[in-house]
């Protein structure tokens, strides 16, 4: 699946992701630049879907980003107030049944 964020398209979506990154490491919480599309919350019984555009149990808002603790091996989900525009995301530890699905790459630049 291609890259996106919920409601913001294009440049806008770009900036949106570099603006969040930017603020998540100003505050210590730095991450790397993986984009990913859906997180599988395994617990050996069955699976769990999270994903951009899922409302999270939580607060009933969409998540806009999966993205990547650098070095923790956790993940944050963000919401508009929750990561994005305010707050903290919420953060997520994968279980060993867990794993992360990325969005599609990026087609290779051609010069």
């Given at each position: 699946m291609k890259f996106f964020i919920p409601y913001v398209e294009g440049r806008e979506a770009e900036a949106l992701w570099n603006r969040?990154?930017?603020?998540?490491?100003e505050l210590s919480l730095p991450t790397t630049d993986r984009r990913i599309q859906a997180l599988i919350l395994g617990d050996g019984r069955g699976e769990h879907v999270l994903a951009v555009g899922m409302s999270t149990p939580d607060c009933d808002e969409p998540i806009l980003m999966i993205l990547e603790a650098e070095g923790l091996g956790i993940f944050y989900?963000?919401?508009?107030?929750?990561?994005?525009?305010?707050?903290?995301?919420?953060?997520?530890?994968?279980?060993?049944?867990?794993?992360?699905?990325d969005f599609d790459p990026a087609p290779r630049q051609l010069h």
């Open positions: 969040v990154r930017a603020v998540l490491s989900a963000c919401t508009d107030s929750n990561g994005v525009e305010e707050g903290l995301p919420f953060p997520l530890g994968l279980s060993r049944h867990g794993y992360a699905v």
